[in-house]
């Protein structure tokens, strides 16, 4: 069963920043330690290992911006070794049920490059749509809105 843990022990850190993308992918997410170099930095962002029950399998970070009644998918990855096993579907339906049980939200956003049609194809399967903007990085504005 797919959940989310916080990070709560160096334990659970150690794993999470030894988590590797596929050759070719690493272009397309940061690493996880960079991720929660930021989390440390932006208190709006909130970085999640993902599990299939007693193993980490991958990573994600939100950022809450209740001012604007939003939340971002700022990174979401899956471990090579567990790539290509459903566990990114699974994995990205409790991100978004976790998000709509904060009532606060009415938008989700993320971003991808353009070329990564498998991160592409699968937010696009959950309702999020391309908004026309590339930001500075040259990554594709999604959103998806939950109202």
């Known amino acids: 069963m797919i959940k989310l843990m916080e990070i709560v022990n160096d334990e659970i850190f150690d794993e999470c920043v030894c988590l590797e993308m596929n050759d070719g992918q690493e272009q397309y997410c940061a690493r996880n330690v960079y991720s929660l170099a930021q989390a440390w930095l932006y208190p709006d962002a909130r970085p999640f290992c993902i599990y299939n029950d007693d193993t980490m399998v991958g990573f994600v970070m939100l950022e809450y911006d209740e001012a604007e009644k939003e939340c971002g ?75």
């Open 73 to 147: 998918i700022w990174r979401f990855m899956i471990d090579k070794k567990y790539q290509n096993m459903g566990y990114g579907k699974e994995a990205m339906k409790i991100v978004l049920e976790y998000i709509k049980s904060n009532p606060i939200f009415e938008v989700i956003h993320l971003s991808t490059m353009p070329d990564n049609y498998i991160a592409v194809k699968l937010y696009k399967s959950f309702g999020f749509l391309p908004t026309g903007e590339i930001d500075d990085d040259g990554e594709i504005t999604m959103i998806l809105e939950l109202n």
